[in-house]
């Protein structure tokens, strides 16, 4: 099968089509991921759960697997990206959480906040190479990078008010870190999704790129700029500045679960999903 595959050199990321070069990571086996990592030790990640990369628990914990071999073979960076150029991240499996018994809600959720604790926190540096929408989850899954770089001409945002419930605390003091207080508010109240360039703009994301292959030379323009800058100085600040966000999750992971959990099992919850997914179907209906 002949597919795109992402050739990182130590001057810059190359798009290529060959798969001669890449060194496979040998600890796991992934069905919904790709992981390369270069000669210098940088991890690309690539979720390849078509059609959208909704997060399942499947998914989320691949995801939190490969963190896991990251740590412990010292990765010197990661670029989060998508197989797909329309699509980075669909966020949540709606299916998991419609109509499905809460045990199953609370894995799935769980599952996000450990992804959230060893990405948010991870000891290397993080961008997120977002080549198309990134709705709700898949906004969540940028903000915990470091560093976001978005494809022009598609839509990033927690949109969560839109499907009927509200966005975690913790997601919301993710955003407010993000992008400042006021616009948090205007954006979480109102389940906005921002196109790439009023991202920009209120800094929800830090580069725009005009194609994927634009998009992976500036994330490895970003992994570049620690080259010079001692790893143990530069992890020991970064976790100072994410801790109060990281131990409040750490320590209140059954908390949050239970009370997303409780949320989504509601009866008008239950239905502000079904009727978001028929709006979904209708708008696919109507665009053929
Ligand atoms: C600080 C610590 C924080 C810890 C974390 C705390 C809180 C986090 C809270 C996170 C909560 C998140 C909730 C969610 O993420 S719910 C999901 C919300 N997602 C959306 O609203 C996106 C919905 N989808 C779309 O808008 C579009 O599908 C699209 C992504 C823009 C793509 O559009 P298009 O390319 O036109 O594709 P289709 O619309 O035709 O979709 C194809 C196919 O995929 C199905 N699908 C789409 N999204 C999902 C999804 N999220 N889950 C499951 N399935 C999805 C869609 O139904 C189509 O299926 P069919 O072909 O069978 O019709």
Redesign the pocket.
Same mark, same amino acid.
Request: without cysteine.
């Given at each position: 099968m002949s597919s795109y595959v992402y050739k990182t050199t130590r001057r810059g990321v190359l798009l290529a089509k060959t798969v001669s070069y890449q060194v496979r990571l040998c600890s796991g086996n992934f069905r919904h991921l790709e992981v390369l990592k270069d000669e210098n030790n940088v991890a690309i990640v690539t979720m390849k759960r078509a059609?959208?990369n909704?997060?399942n628990t499947e998914l989320l914990t691949e995801i939190s697997s490969v963190l896991t071999d990251l740590e412990e073979t010292k990765c010197s960076g990661m670029i989060l990206t998508s197989f797909s150029d329309?699509?980075f991240c669909?966020?949540?499996?709606?299916?998991e959480?419609f109509k499905s018994k809460p045990s199953a809600i609370g894995t799935s959720?769980s599952t996000?906040?450990e992804v959230?604790i060893k990405l *948010?926190g991870s000891t290397f540096p993080t961008v997120a190479a977002i080549t198309g929408?990134a709705?709700?989850?898949?906004c969540?899954l940028g903000l915990f990078c470091e560093y976001r770089i978005m494809v022009q001409n598609f839509?990033i945002g927690l949109?969560?008010d839109?499907?009927g419930f509200n966005?975690?605390s913790?997601?919301v003091?993710?955003m407010i870190n993000t992008i400042g207080h006021r616009n948090a508010e205007l954006a979480l109240t109102s389940g906005r999704l921002f196109t790439t360039s009023q991202a920009l703009q209120v800094g929800l994301v830090d580069e725009i790129a005009k194609d994927r292959t634009e998009a992976f030379e500036k994330a490895d323009g970003f992994l570049r700029r620690f080259e010079m800058i001692p790893p143990l100085a530069r992890n020991f600040t970064k976790q100072s500045m994410r801790r109060a966000?990281l131990q409040d999750?750490t320590i209140n992971r059954e908390k *949050?679960t239970e009370g997303?959990v409780s949320m989504i099992s509601l009866h008008e919850v239950q239905q502000s999903i079904a009727a978001?997914?028929d709006n979904?179907?209708n708008?696919?209906r109507n665009?053929h």
């Open positions: 059609p959208v909704s997060l329309k699509v669909s966020g949540l499996d709606i299916y959480i959720f996000l906040l959230f *948010y929408h709705p709700a989850g898949g969540v839509k949109n969560e839109q499907l966005a975690p913790p997601i003091k993710l966000l999750v *949050y997303f978001y997914l979904l179907k708008k696919k665009a």
